[in-house]
């Protein structure tokens, strides 16, 4: 899939920001202490925290709200010793959980705030449960990309992996999915959204924040944020009524028929151009953006990321990047902007990850049994997006039966059978294979040779795979292309960067590392926790962790800005 199938008429338009001076009278309609931008996970955690510091809370959402978040897997990364994790048997510290993290998050925040991530995890999942999320401690019987119904707790990440496992004794899992029939990504958004609305917060969808009102400054210059402008589709009208169904379609289509789903986005957006009308609403004291990431602007995802271009863009209608647009409008610093997660999940099924995966030449270059994220890194950013997952015939008929009678998600086994049956090259020895996909002969004979050697304990394996996972190659061979733009299944990809901001408020920050007063973000928008790589459950975590530490500030925002002390060690 090429960015020409993201249509670039499906992107909110941002404007400068309005200006206005001291005597100027801009008719403001309506008007809040805090105004959320973006109703997700990290806007919804923003506007009940505002709420409780007792601010009067506005919340816009381009749709009806959920973004990104209420079409999740509902999995909040969470560790230090949960009542899930003890209920499970796993021991776990805070400790443990920074000594881990801290090769994932490498470096995007400082280790103060990890730390501090780390301490508050525990406490940050209990808080997610007084609004109304329900998890469980039930593992799932192997190494899975989403756990199955009835299980709520798991391996989210490389915790099991031996090279992360670090020298805290034996790891434990940390991917609390929130309990639901179904992917729970819905269940845990209805929670957030019920909270937003039992605090107290009021609410404004179906409209589209284009541009940022702040004060002119003598130099004529934006200073502080003052306010939003919005164009609103009008409540009741039948053309409302389309736009949302048109957003829900696009949410239901969007991995199994792209195409639909896209047409329904640029249906979507065409009502907005045509229906829309302008609102301006005063922030007396700050505007938090929270809308999510940018996969859903083609000439972002080309500027930032040209060499992922080929996967598959997921995420919500609304990740269009409006949220860092509107910042950067005002002058905002960004960071990490070019870090894109591609997902290559090679498990479930449970036997893959025991063959062995290479590059276009034949080499294996990467431990099979780590994260899907971590996977997908490899092979994009060292492997020029090229990879084959080689299995013999007694893990293809395991993998067929675990597909067929193992209680897999569809968006697990019909992926995979389809691969093995009908998507496979299929050789009776390496060098035949070899040259049927494309790769050197003796290369490709010698990667197996030494991956068998390793499966019989003759030696290490050389990428580090766990004794349990190894699986010596014999007789008929099969390849199935996994790269990144592979035909049967492209790799699913999204943004990560964003916005810098004070890591100890949420504010934004400008070029320099001075705050802008009356800005703030959180979730994807924002730097943040998952900036570098991608671990399953740390968005919804971050949603949570920087949702509500920008509603906190958010909240008290006219007190005097600070300069951040970390910028110098974030740019």
Sequence with gaps: ????????????????????????????????????????????????????????????????????????????????????????????????????????????????????????????????????????????????????????????????????????????????????????????????????????????????????????????????????????????????????????????????????????????????????????????????????????????????????????????????????????????????LGNISCWRFITPPADWPKGIVINGRGERFCNEQVYGATFGHAVVEEQDGKAWLIIDSALRRKSIRQCLFGGLWGFQSLPALVMMLLGATKARTPEELAIRIGADPATLRDSIATANAAAHGMTEDPVGKSADTRHALKGTLYAMDISLAAPTLPMAVLTLGGLVVDEDTGQVCDKSGGGIPGLYAAGRTALGLPSSRYVSGLSLSDCVFSGRRAGRAAAVADRPPRRSPLFATTT
């Design 1 to 336: 899939m090429s960015t020409r199938s993201v249509p670039t008429d499906t992107v909110t338009e941002i404007l400068p920001p309005l200006l206005i001076g001291p005597d100027d009278d801009p008719g403001w309609q309506t008007e809040a202490e805090v105004v959320v931008v973006g109703w997700g996970a990290a806007g919804a955690c923003a506007a009940i925290e505002a709420r409780d510091a007792g601010a009067r809370v506005l919340v816009i959402d381009r749709f009806e709200g959920g973004g990104a978040s209420a079409i999740s897997g509902g999995v909040v990364y969470a560790g230090g010793g949960t009542r899930h994790q003890r209920d499970a048997g796993y021991s776990d510290t805070p400790e443990a959980m920074f000594d881990y993290l801290r090769r994932e998050v490498d470096g995007v925040v400082g280790d103060a705030t990890l730390r501090r991530f780390c301490d508050e995890s525990v406490t940050n999942l209990e808080w997610l449960e007084r609004q109304g999320v329900i998890f469980g401690s039930t593992m799932p019987p192997y190494k899975t990309s989403y756990p199955p119904d009835g299980a709520f707790l798991y391996f989210s990440g490389n915790e099991a992996v031996p090279a992360y496992r670090g020298s805290y004794g034996e790891p434990a899992p940390r991917g609390h999915r929130a309990v639901a029939r179904g992917q729970s990504g819905e269940a845990l958004y209805a929670a957030l959204k019920k909270a937003t609305l039992a605090s107290g917060a009021e609410t404004m969808t179906q409209a589209a924040v284009r541009r940022l009102v702040c004060e002119r400054t003598v130099d004529g210059q934006p200073g502080r944020v003052i306010g939003v402008e919005v164009m609103r589709l009008p409540p009741g009208d039948p053309r409302s009524l389309r736009h949302a169904a048109l957003e829900r379609q696009a949410a239901r289509w969007r991995l199994y028929r792209p195409a639909k789903a896209e047409a329904c986005r640029r249906e979507a957006a065409r009502i907005e151009r045509e229906a829309a009308r302008p609102v301006l609403i005063r922030a007396t004291r700050a505007v938090v953006l929270s809308t999510g990431g940018f996969i859903f602007n083609p000439d972002l995802w080309r500027q930032h990321a040209p060499h992922t271009i080929g996967g598959l863009p997921i995420g919500g209608a609304g990740c269009d990047g409006s949220g860092l647009r509107l910042g950067l409008s005002v002058a905002a610093a960004a960071q990490a």
